[in-house]
């Protein structure tokens, strides 16, 4: 067992005992941050040389799925942390790059969010997010959503547009900067204890060592830099929502074995239906597995990304069935919000908006094959 998937393991037991009052609440839980940064899984994939735990993508992807399966909102919290941390640690090995900021993530504990959810015009690339030159840096203002983890993130990932080159900005901003604030939108469906709330930059000034990477405003999805981050994004999401799956098989069992079910069926077609969950948990977890050694193995930045992109598709929908015919499985019980499975309903529906999603995924996934066949 890696050393960040046995930390996963270790944590697991804490983040379960809390995950139904922080789902209910729809709090945001500190604790289970604080926690993590003890136990050494905030610096998990940040190489060993540099204070981490030198996890590799497969290693963080095993140990998401823990996660997951124990607080949903948790590792979908945390994997926008990590893998930011991953693609950092990825590039550092390469050039070098990225060790001044690895090496917070391990000494100090910071916490890296990220946003790029945003009002956009259908079919472009662009953000509204305005970069304006100011002397030796910048002044950025606009509007993101859907940014987890807002209440505990030191350090935000923001895209915005040169205002004089067009070009896509990726920049570092300190969320303690005048000018950034939160607006506490987030009261959904599922993955309540994500606080995914709305950033708001109003003239937030930054300088140009903030400046990550320039993208082209026609399509950053094929550079490669940005194509290394949503590698470690996609992957790590999979993991996610494949430990729900886990979570939902488990309870099936758990209330089949207490004879907990309200519908009228024959023990045969109960066999029948157990046999359609283990088929579809066999092949999500194999997708993800598969998937995500592919990824790891693929040198190539931006076919690495496709084939994320693709098991992220592939896996997440799998693991929905997995839910869907575990509460066939249990029946009316799992409709009551004291049950376990209910949350676990809700929060499987968030895996269909990680972006790119379908069909946006599909078609990037033929734009790709067509390219390389031409």
Same mark, same amino acid.
């Given at each position: 067992?890696?050393?960040?998937?046995?930390?996963?393991?270790?944590?697991?037991?804490?983040?379960?005992?809390?995950?139904?009052?922080?789902?209910?609440?729809?709090?945001?839980?500190?604790?289970?941050?604080?926690?993590?940064?003890?136990?050494?899984?905030?610096?998990?994939?940040?190489?060993?040389?540099?204070?981490?735990?030198?996890?590799?993508?497969?290693?963080?992807?095993?140990? %998401?799925?823990?996660?997951?399966?124990?607080?949903?909102?948790?590792?979908?919290?945390?994997?926008?942390?990590?893998?930011?941390?991953?693609?950092?640690?990825?590039?550092?090995?390469?050039?070098?790059?990225?060790?001044?900021?690895?090496?917070?993530?391990a000494d100090e504990g910071i916490v890296l969010g990220s946003t790029g959810a945003e009002a956009i015009v259908a079919g472009e690339w662009d953000?509204?997010?305005?970069?304006?030159?100011?002397?030796?840096?910048?002044?950025?203002?606009?509007?993101?959503?859907?940014?987890?983890?807002?209440?505990?993130?030191?350090?935000?990932?923001?895209?915005?547009?040169?205002?004089?080159?067009?070009?896509?900005?990726?920049?570092?901003?300190?969320?303690?900067?005048?000018?950034?604030?939160?607006?506490?939108?987030?009261?959904?469906?599922?993955?309540?204890?994500?606080?995914?709330?709305?950033?708001?930059?109003?003239?937030?000034?930054?300088?140009?060592?903030?400046?990550?990477?320039?993208?082209?405003?026609?399509?950053?999805?094929?550079?490669? %830099?940005?194509?290394?981050?949503?590698?470690?994004?996609?992957?790590?999401?999979?993991?996610?929502?494949?430990?729900?799956?886990?979570?939902?098989?488990?309870?099936?069992?758990?209330?089949?074995?207490?004879?907990?079910?309200?519908?009228?069926?024959?023990?045969?077609?109960?066999?029948?239906?157990?046999?359609?969950?283990?088929?579809?948990?066999?092949?999500?977890?194999?997708?993800?597995?598969?998937?995500?050694?592919?990824?790891?193995?693929?040198?190539?930045?931006?076919?690495?990304?496709?084939?994320?992109?693709?098991?992220?598709?592939?896996?997440?929908?799998?693991?929905?069935?997995?839910?869907?015919?575990?509460?066939?499985?249990?029946?009316?019980?799992?409709?009551?919000?004291?049950?376990?499975?209910?949350?676990?309903?809700?929060?499987?529906?968030?895996?269909?908006?990680?972006?790119?999603?379908?069909?946006?995924?599909?078609?990037?996934?033929?734009?790709?094959?067509?390219?390389?066949?031409?």
């Open positions: 067992m890696s050393e960040m998937l046995d930390v996963a393991a270790k944590a697991s037991i804490d983040l379960e005992s809390r995950a139904a009052e922080v789902d209910l609440a729809g709090r945001f839980p500190k604790e289970n941050y604080e926690l993590l940064r003890d136990l050494g899984y905030l610096r998990g994939p940040v190489p060993a040389e540099l204070g981490g735990l030198n996890a590799t993508l497969l290693e963080a992807v095993a140990a %998401q799925r823990v996660l997951g399966a124990a607080c949903a909102s948790t590792a979908l919290s945390v994997n926008m942390h990590l893998f930011q941390v991953g693609a950092a640690a990825e590039g550092w090995r390469a050039s070098g790059a990225n060790e001044p900021a690895l090496r917070r993530v953000t509204p997010t305005i970069a304006t030159p100011d002397g030796d840096g910048y002044r950025i203002s606009g509007r993101k959503y859907f940014c987890s983890q807002a209440d505990v993130m030191d350090v935000v990932r923001v895209n915005a547009k040169d205002a004089e080159s067009g070009e896509i900005l990726v920049m570092a901003v300190p969320t303690s900067a005048a000018g950034i604030s939160i607006d506490p939108t987030w009261d959904t469906m599922g993955m309540r204890a994500t606080a995914s709330h709305d950033i708001i930059l109003d003239d937030v000034v930054v300088p140009a060592t903030a400046v990550s990477a320039r993208l082209p405003a026609a399509g950053p999805a094929w550079d490669p %830099q940005f194509a290394r981050a949503i590698r470690w994004f996609l992957s790590l999401v999979s993991g996610v929502y494949m430990g729900i799956a886990d979570r939902a098989r488990i309870q099936a069992y758990t209330a089949l074995g207490k004879g907990n079910n309200t519908t009228f069926r024959s023990l045969a077609l109960t066999e029948e239906l157990v046999g359609r969950m283990e088929s579809a948990h066999l092949r999500a977890s194999a997708l993800l597995e598969s998937g995500s050694r592919r990824v790891a193995d693929e040198a190539d930045m931006v076919a690495g990304m496709i084939a994320a992109i693709t098991t992220k598709e592939e896996s997440t929908t799998a693991s929905a069935e997995v839910v869907d015919l575990a509460v066939t499985l249990v029946g009316g019980r799992s409709y009551f919000r004291k049950s376990v499975l209910e949350r676990l309903v809700r929060d499987m529906h968030a895996a269909r908006f990680h972006p790119p999603s379908a069909p946006v995924s599909h078609q990037m996934i033929g734009i790709h094959r067509l390219r390389a066949t031409n």
